[in-house]
């Protein structure tokens, strides 16, 4: 007797720290990518979700795996997090930013960590150089990033180029097309020049953004006796940038800023006549939309996914990359042509308000959220064995439209079930064995630990013995409760019926005379 007791103490006391808890198992969606602090396009687009409409509806969590000068410390911690979310919330997905090199290798870290924990993935595929990154490869890490991908649900990429690229080694019906997007502000009349023509650049400052072809376009500008000012932000060479600047005379004309904030960077878009990103690779570049957004004529390079952002001479100008001539005679003719110039800044703004727009982005995402978790609705069959177990065997065609896992007793019947279906069981009780109590506190523990590890949307259960607590547990952790009253009974309750009525969400019953039994189930007919 005091065996017993001491079970249902620790019941209760789980399902009173549990409920204490408030937040146990609140529904939220993880996304993981460098600190919010941190610079880059890759945080320009995950702060964007993170203070979107998308943050009220599923509660979204941002743990950074990386910030300069901590990536490792931040890189472990996030591991733990992951975990501790696992524990606390009712993760529905977790939503990884991953470029190139490093971050994806850190990244597929945390998409094997995601499968072990039963937690679906979106992976978003950032940065210019993964194809380079991908080619450099040998076969042996290609299989590796292959396998990394196919654990993901869903591969979010950047452009219908890069869907090209990535579906040399993804499945094609995982990829999904998303363009990067901002918030547009209101149109800006682009008609009048500062009194010294001011373009704006935006980014890592170095070869690869063709920060220093655009030194020796201004040189040349000068030279031909055009005045210009080109002011040049962002991190990365910014020493070696100044030092050129001075090397070529040009201070008067190529001002080195650095990294800017937010509103620096806002007030410089409203404030210069064009911009200009001569770069050698790119994804989708951030920088360039938010130009455009600010009805900014745009100077920039025909690779990655620009061209399917930029009609060249109608939104912006494409030049090739390292062509200084073609770059030098687009910045004459925009600071010259003022109804050119005027063209193409009502097109780009025009270009982004239809189709680069963060509400129209939110949408898209939101969509494939909804469309995720309801293609992956997690199901739980329990029963035990005997009668209970084959009116639940009727259930078993769920398993083709439902990822379902059966949770039941362990008997020669069932364990014939294991090669066709993911099973879980528990220990055969018999109330007159000696060792029942055992058997019981076993189950029981089992059962929390089955529950919560799978974490089920669903549990469906015919009944009986410690499935009870299957039931119990899957409603703690959020997820709802079918029940469906023993065939067998037709004027009497079952014990494990009579506990989980009173916190089903659906209760049924298998002859219409039980509903005086049970005055809110459904009546629907027999299971067989």
């Given at each position: 007797?005091?065996p017993?007791i001491?079970?249902?103490?620790l019941?209760l006391v789980?399902?009173?720290?549990?409920?204490?808890?408030?937040?146990i198992?609140?529904?939220?969606?993880l996304?993981?990518g460098?600190?919010?602090?941190?610079?880059?396009?890759?945080?320009?687009?995950?702060?964007s979700?993170?203070?979107s409409?998308?943050?009220?509806?599923?509660?979204?969590?941002?743990?950074?795996?990386?910030?300069?000068?901590?990536?490792?410390?931040?890189?472990?911690?996030?591991?733990?997090r992951?975990?501790?979310?696992?524990?606390i919330?009712?993760?529905?997905?977790?939503?990884?930013?991953?470029?190139s090199?490093?971050s994806?290798?850190?990244?597929?870290?945390?998409v094997?960590?995601?499968?072990?924990?039963?937690?679906?993935?979106?992976?978003?595929?950032?940065?210019?150089?993964?194809?380079?990154?991908?080619?450099s490869l040998?076969?042996r890490?290609?299989?590796y990033?292959k396998?990394?991908?196919?654990?993901?649900?869903?591969?979010?990429?950047?452009?219908?180029?890069?869907?090209?690229f990535?579906?040399t080694?993804?499945?094609e019906?995982?990829?999904?097309?998303?363009?990067?997007?901002?918030?547009?502000?209101?149109?800006?009349?682009?008609?009048?020049?500062?009194?010294?023509?001011?373009g704006?650049?935006?980014?890592?400052?170095?070869?690869?953004?063709?920060?220093?072809d655009?030194?020796?376009?201004v040189?040349?500008?000068?030279?031909?006796g055009?005045?210009?000012?080109?002011?040049?932000a962002?991190?990365?060479?910014?020493?070696?940038?100044?030092?050129?600047?001075?090397k070529?005379?040009?201070t008067?004309?190529?001002?080195?800023?650095?990294?800017?904030?937010?509103k620096?960077?806002?007030?410089?878009l409203?404030?210069v006549?064009?911009?200009?990103?001569?770069?050698?690779?790119?994804?989708?570049?951030?920088?360039?939309?938010?130009?455009?957004?600010?009805?900014?004529?745009?100077i920039?390079?025909?690779?990655?996914?620009i061209?399917?952002?930029?009609q060249?001479?109608?939104?912006?100008?494409?030049?090739k990359p390292?062509?200084i001539?073609?770059?030098?005679?687009?910045?004459?003719?925009?600071?010259?042509?003022?109804?050119?110039?005027?063209k193409?800044?009502?097109?780009?703004?025009?270009?982004?308000?239809?189709?680069?727009?963060?509400?129209?982005?939110?949408?898209?995402?939101?969509?494939?959220?909804?469309e995720?978790?309801?293609?992956?609705?997690?199901?739980?069959?329990?029963?035990?064995?005997?009668?209970?177990?084959?009116?639940?065997?009727?259930?078993?065609?769920m398993?083709?439209?439902?990822?379902?896992?059966?949770?039941?007793?362990k008997?020669?019947?069932?364990?014939?079930?294991?090669?066709?279906?993911?099973?879980?069981y528990?220990?055969?009780?018999?109330?007159?064995?000696?060792?029942?109590?055992?058997?019981?506190?076993?189950?029981m523990?089992?059962?929390?630990?089955?529950?919560?590890?799978i974490?089920?949307?669903?549990?469906?259960?015919t009944g009986?013995?410690?499935?009870?607590?299957?039931?119990l547990?899957?409603k703690?952790?959020?997820g709802?409760?079918?029940?469906?009253?023993?065939?067998?009974?037709i004027?009497?309750?079952?014990?494990?019926g009579?506990i989980?009525?009173?916190?089903?969400?659906?209760?049924?019953?298998?002859w219409?005379?039980?509903?005086?039994?049970?005055?809110?189930?459904?009546?629907?007919?027999?299971?067989?």
């Open positions: 007797m005091i017993i001491i079970a249902i103490l019941i789980i399902i009173y720290i549990f409920k204490r808890i408030k937040h198992k609140k529904k939220v969606i996304q993981v460098p600190s919010l602090k941190d610079k880059g396009g890759m945080v320009t687009v995950m702060s979700i993170k203070n409409s998308l943050d009220k509806k599923y509660n979204i969590i941002h743990i950074p795996t990386y910030v300069y000068g901590k990536k490792f410390i931040l890189f472990f911690f996030s591991i733990f992951i975990i501790f979310y696992k524990l919330y009712r993760v529905e997905l977790v939503h990884i930013h991953v470029a090199y490093g994806f290798y850190r990244k597929s870290i945390i094997s960590l995601c499968k072990i924990l039963h937690i679906k993935v979106v992976l978003h595929c950032h940065g210019a150089c993964f194809e380079k990154f991908y080619n040998k076969d890490k290609k299989e990033i396998k990394t991908f196919s654990k993901a649900e869903k591969v979010i990429v950047l452009s219908e180029s890069w869907k090209e990535f579906k080694f993804v499945d019906g995982k990829i999904i097309v998303l363009y990067n997007s901002v918030n547009v502000p209101e149109k800006i009349n682009r008609e009048k020049l500062n009194d010294i023509p001011t704006l650049f935006l980014g890592r400052i170095g070869e690869r953004k063709g920060s220093y655009l030194v020796n376009v040189k040349k500008l000068k030279e031909n055009v005045n210009i000012k080109i002011l040049m962002g991190d990365g060479e910014v020493e070696k940038l100044k030092e050129l600047v001075k070529e005379k040009l008067k004309n190529i001002l080195v800023l650095g990294w800017i904030d937010k620096q960077k806002e007030e410089y409203k404030s006549d064009f911009y200009i990103l001569p770069s050698y690779d790119e994804g989708l570049p951030m920088s360039v939309l938010e130009a455009m957004s600010y009805s900014l004529p745009v920039t390079t025909d690779v990655g996914g061209p399917e952002i930029i060249n001479e109608k939104n912006g100008i494409m030049t390292g062509d001539e073609k770059i030098e005679k687009a910045i004459k003719r925009i600071i010259e042509e003022k109804d050119f110039r005027k193409l800044s009502e097109n780009a703004y025009e270009t982004i308000y239809n189709k680069f727009n963060l509400e129209k982005y939110e949408k898209c995402l939101d969509k494939l959220y909804k995720i978790k309801q293609k992956n609705i997690k199901v739980c069959l329990t029963s035990s064995s005997g009668g209970h177990f084959m009116q639940l065997r009727q259930l078993f065609k398993t083709e439209k439902y990822d379902t896992y059966i949770f039941t007793e008997n020669e019947i069932s364990k014939g079930y294991s090669n066709k279906y993911k099973m879980q528990l220990k055969q009780q018999e109330r007159k064995n000696v060792g029942f109590i055992l058997e019981f506190m076993y189950n523990l089992k059962a929390f630990w089955i529950t919560f590890w974490n089920p949307d669903v549990v469906i259960s009986a013995g410690a499935t009870t607590f299957v039931c547990f899957v703690i952790f959020g709802k409760v079918i029940y469906i009253e023993s065939f067998a009974k004027n009497s309750r079952t014990i494990t009579r989980v009525y009173k916190f089903a969400d659906e209760f049924y019953v298998q219409e005379e039980m509903k005086k039994l049970y005055p809110k189930a459904h009546y629907d007919g027999g299971i067989y």
